[in-house]
C-alpha cells in the first residue's frame, strides 16, 4: 500500500519507519525542510537530534530508499495514496482544552492537495496524534468542505512511550480502529495485516468516537493509577513508622488483579501525555456538564507530588533553603530519555527558586541540552541561577543538599559519590527511591527525605 504519514515527530517517524519495515510504501512529509533533510541522511546523530528513539535510526537506514521515503512536497507524494496518517501536534491550551490550531491549519492544506488529485482510489484519513472526542467527524466537516472526493476517515490512536516506542509500534498490545464504514476497516486490515489474528495482540474495531475515548481512558486511568499509589501507599509510608513501601508495594500487587506498573511511587508522573490528556478529558466532560472531581483529584495529587518533598525538607528536616546551592539530578521526565515537557524537575527546581535557593547545579545524563532552552533565562530571570554539569558528581561538589528527580539508573549508585564528595549533614532529597543504600548514609549523619517513607536525619 502506498501510506502517507504526515507529520515527523516522535509518533509519526516511528510509526513510519515501523510500517515500512512490513514493505509498505511509506512517505513521511513534513513541512520542516531540516528535519527531512536530517532524516534523509540516515545518519543516527541527524536523526536523534529530533527523535531519540532506541532502534529507529537502525530501521530508517534500513527501508530508507527501498519502502521509507521522506519529502516536504505533499503535492508530488498524495497521488496514488491510499492512507494519510495524521500524526500532527496537538498541544494544550491553557485551560486544558487541546488546542487544533496546527491540526486544522494541517488538515486544511492536506485537504486541498487532496481534492485536486487525479487518481480518485478512495483515501482513508487517519487521526494518529491524541485528539479530542468528535474529532475524526469534525476532520470528516472539512475534507467535504474542500470537495474532497471517496475518502474515509479513521481514528487510529497510538499508544507509545517514550525511550520504547519502536518495541511498543512493533509489538503493541492492542490496535485500536475506529471507522464509520467496512472498506476503511478493510484498508486498516490491510495496513495492519500483522496484527490481525496476532495471539497476544488484541485488534479491536470500533467507532470513531470510541477509538478516540479508549486513548483519553486509557492514559487518564494510568495517571490515576500512579496518583492512588502516590496519594495513598506514598502517604502510608510517610505517615508511621516501620512501613516499608517496597513491602506494601509487593503485597499489594502480589494480587494478579492489580498491575505494578504504576505503583512505584515518584516526585510525579511527567512527559508529553498525561498532564495534557487528563486536563483535556476534562474540559471535554466539563463542557457537557459531568462532574470531574475523580479526575481533578489524580491531576492534583500528580501536581502536589512534584514538590512536596521540598515542604518535607523544611518541615522534616528543619533545612534552611534561602541562599543554599541544590544540585537537581535527573532534568528529563524519565530515564533514558532528553524529553523535558512536563517533568517533575521543571516544578522541583521552580519551587527551589521560590524558596531563596541561591544555585541550581543541574545535571542530566541526556537532557541537559533541552533543560538549558527550558529554563531559559529571557522567560524567567531566576533561572541565571541554573549551571549544567557533565555528571552527577560535578553537580554535587560545593552544594549544599541534593534533589534527585528522576529514575535514571546511574543514580543507583549514588551513595557512594555522596560519601567521597560532601560531608553530613548533607541533605538527600530521593523524589525516585534510587538510592537502595540509603539507611547506611543516614547512619553516617546524612540526612534523607524520600518519597514513601519518613524522613531520616541524625535526630530520629
Ligand atoms: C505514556 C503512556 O505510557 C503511553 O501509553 C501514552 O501513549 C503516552 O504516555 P510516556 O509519556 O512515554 O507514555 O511515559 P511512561 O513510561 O508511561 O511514564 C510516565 C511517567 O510516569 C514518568 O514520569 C514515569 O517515571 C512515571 N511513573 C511510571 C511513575 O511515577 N511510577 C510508575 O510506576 C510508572
Known amino acids: 500500500m502506498k501510506i502517507i504519514v504526515a507529520g515527523t515527530g516522535y509518533v509519526g517517524l516511528v510509526h513510519a519507519a515501523v510500517c515500512s519495515e512490513y514493505g509498505h510504501e511509506i512517505y513521511a512529509y513534513d513541512n520542516d525542510a531540516r528535519k527531512i533533510e536530517a532524516f534523509t541522511t540516515g545518519e543516527a546523530g541527524a536523526i536523534e537530534r529530533y527523535v531519540n528513539e532506541p532502534g529507529l535510526a537502525?530501521?530508517?537506514?534500513?527501508?530508507?530508499?527501498?519502502?521509507?521515503?521522506?519529502?516536504?512536497?505533499?503535492?508530488?507524494?498524495?497521488e496514488g495514496a491510499d492512507a494519510i496518517f495524521l500524526c500532527l501536534p496537538t498541544p494544550p491550551n491553557l485551560n486544558g482544552s487541546t488546542n487544533l490550531t496546527c491540526y486544522d491549519a494541517a488538515t486544511r492544506q492536506i485537504a486541498d492537495v487532496a481534492a485536486r488529485r487525479e487518481d480518485t482510489r478512495r483515501l482513508l484519513f487517519i487521526n494518529k496524534s491524541t485528539v479530542p472526542i468528535g474529532t475524526a467527524r469534525h476532520l470528516e466537516g472539512i475534507l467535504k468542505e474542500h470537495e474532497v472526493v471517496n475518502f474515509g476517515v479513521c481514528s487510529n490512536p497510538e499508544f507509545l512511550a517514550e525511550g520504547n516506542a519502536v518495541d511498543?509500534?512493533?509489538?503493541?498490545?492492542?490496535?485500536?480502529?475506529?471507522?464509520?464504514?467496512?472498506?476503511?476497516?478493510?484498508?486498516?486490515?490491510?495496513?495492519?495485516?500483522?496484527?490481525?489474528?496476532h495471539v497476544r495482540i488484541k485488534y479491536i474495531e470500533t467507532t470513531p468516537e470510541t477509538a478516540e475515548s479508549i486513548k483519553y481512558v486509557a492514559n487518564t486511568m494510568l495517571l490515576t493509577y500512579i496518583s492512588f499509589w502516590n496519594g495513598v501507599g506514598a502517604k502510608i509510608g510517610e505517615s508511621f513508622p516501620n512501613v516499608s513501601i517496597d513491602d506494601l508495594r509487593m503485597g499489594v500487587t502480589a494480587d494478579t488483579r492489580i498491575s505494578t506498573w504504576g505503583s512505584f511511587v515518584?516526585?510525579?508522573?511527567?512527559?508529553?501525555?498525561?498532564?495534557?490528556?487528563?486536563?483535556?478529558?476534562?474540559?471535554?466532560?466539563?463542557?457537557?456538564?459531568?462532574?470531574?472531581?475523580?479526575?481533578?483529584?489524580?491531576?492534583?495529587?500528580?501536581?502536589?507530588?512534584?514538590i512536596y518533598l521540598v515542604d518535607r525538607a523544611i518541615n522534616e528536616a528543619r533545612f534552611a533553603f534561602n541562599n543554599k546551592t541544590i544540585a537537581v539530578l535527573g532534568l528529563a521526565f524519565k530515564k533514558r530519555t532528553n524529553d523535558m515537557r512536563d517533568a517533575s524537575s521543571i516544578k522541583v527546581i521552580e519551587c527551589l527558586l521560590g524558596r531563596g535557593v541561591a544555585k541550581i547545579h543541574a545535571y542530566d545524563p541526556l537532557a541537559n541540552e533541552t533543560a538549558r532552552v527550558?529554563?531559559?533565562?529571557?522567560?524567567?530571570?531566576?533561572?541565571?541561577?541554573?549551571?549544567?554539569?557533565?555528571?552527577?558528581?560535578?553537580?554535587?561538589?560545593?552544594?549544599?543538599g541534593l534533589f534527585l528527580s528522576s529514575d535514571c539508573e546511574e543514580?543507583?549508585?549514588?551513595?557512594?559519590?555522596?560519601?567521597?564528595?560532601?560531608?553530613?549533614?548533607?541533605?538527600?532529597?530521593?523524589?525516585?527511591?534510587?538510592?537502595?543504600?540509603?539507611?547506611?548514609?543516614?547512619?553516617?549523619?546524612?540526612?534523607?527525605?524520600?518519597?514513601?517513607?519518613?524522613?531520616?536525619?541524625?535526630?530520629?
Open 168 to 197: 511498543d509500534a512493533r509489538k503493541p498490545d492492542r490496535v485500536v480502529v475506529g471507522c464509520d464504514q467496512e472498506q476503511d476497516f478493510k484498508i486498516m486490515r490491510r495496513i495492519y495485516s500483522q496484527f490481525i489474528h
Open 58 to 78: 537502525a530501521i530508517i537506514r534500513e527501508t530508507h530508499g527501498r519502502y521509507l521515503f521522506f519529502s516536504t512536497d505533499l503535492e508530488s507524494i498524495l
Open 266 to 306: 515518584s516526585n510525579g508522573a511527567g512527559g508529553s501525555c498525561f498532564g495534557k490528556d487528563i486536563s483535556s478529558l476534562i474540559y471535554q466532560l466539563r463542557r457537557v456538564n459531568v462532574n470531574t472531581k475523580m479526575l481533578e483529584a489524580s491531576y492534583e495529587v500528580n501536581e502536589f507530588q512534584k
Open 374 to 400: 527550558c529554563f531559559d533565562p529571557e522567560r524567567n530571570i531566576l533561572f541565571e541561577k541554573i549551571s549544567y554539569f557533565d555528571s552527577a558528581k560535578a553537580a554535587i561538589e560545593e552544594s549544599d
Open 411 to 460: 543514580f543507583r549508585g549514588l551513595s557512594r559519590t555522596i560519601e567521597e564528595t560532601v560531608k553530613p549533614p548533607y541533605l538527600v532529597i530521593d523524589g525516585r527511591r534510587m538510592i537502595p543504600d540509603y539507611k547506611e548514609l543516614t547512619e553516617k549523619g546524612y540526612t534523607y527525605i524520600a518519597v514513601g517513607c519518613q524522613a531520616m536525619t541524625r535526630d530520629n
